[in-house]
């Protein structure tokens, strides 16, 4: 949900300083991302762990939360985005690079309260018709998890069903229960 809007093209929005929460820029419209709340953290910072405690080890694919990815004339921030081991983003030194202006491999949304997830599934679909290869749907509130690939939509995935993500990453998968554990306050 966006709680500001204006127009520029995306060589104006790209000049932009950075800002709390992340502005997005999508179809010529600038948007703020809304403010994470608690759950929505633990829910992002339980995918990253998850996801690289398997990856990295293996130099399978890398997580990071809030990345901001520039493509398809668009400039988006994922709640988390995936990139495998051979598409990391580097610079000219082979270190990480900063700009990122390639599709992620995995994205993924986590939806808040006020949130529609009608618009957030569009943005899953929207990034896999623009070079993402999996996006998930994360629903805290029906502890759901959606996948949107471009030959179908899977899910929503509940309990102990796990979504399959080794077409991305060999060998891995989320369970959801597994994800969802993150909200248990003890």
């Known amino acids: 949900m966006a709680i500001a809007r204006r127009q520029m ?5 790209l000049k932009l300083p950075e800002a709390e929460p992340a502005l997005e820029y999508v179809d010529g419209v600038v948007t703020q991302k809304m403010s994470p709340k608690y759950r929505h953290g633990l829910l992002q910072g339980e995918l990253v762990t998850l996801i690289n405690l398997f990856a990295v080890p293996r130099r399978l694919a890398r997580a990071t939360p809030e990345t901001r990815t520039t493509f398809a004339s668009a400039s988006v921030v994922p709640d988390v985005v995936v990139f495998t081991w051979d598409r990391i983003p580097a610079d000219e030194h082979g270190e990480a690079a900063d ?9 993924i949304e986590i939806a808040s309260p006020g949130q529609s997830m009608r618009g957030l599934a569009d943005r899953c679909r929207w990034y896999v018709r623009n070079g993402v290869r999996v996006a998930l749907l ?7 998890v959606r996948a949107f690939r471009a030959d179908g939509e899977t899910g929503p995935l509940h309990g102990a069903r796990r979504v ?7 060998g891995f998968s989320l ?8 909200l248990r306050a003890r």
């Open 9 to 13: 093209t995306l060589e104006e929005f």
């Open 99 to 107: 700009d990122v202006d390639i599709p992620p491999d995995i994205a």
């Open 138 to 144: 994360v629903d805290p509130g029906r502890r759901a």
């Open 164 to 170: 399959e993500l080794g077409d991305v990453i060999p």
């Open 175 to 182: 369970g959801v229960d597994e994800l969802f554990e993150a």
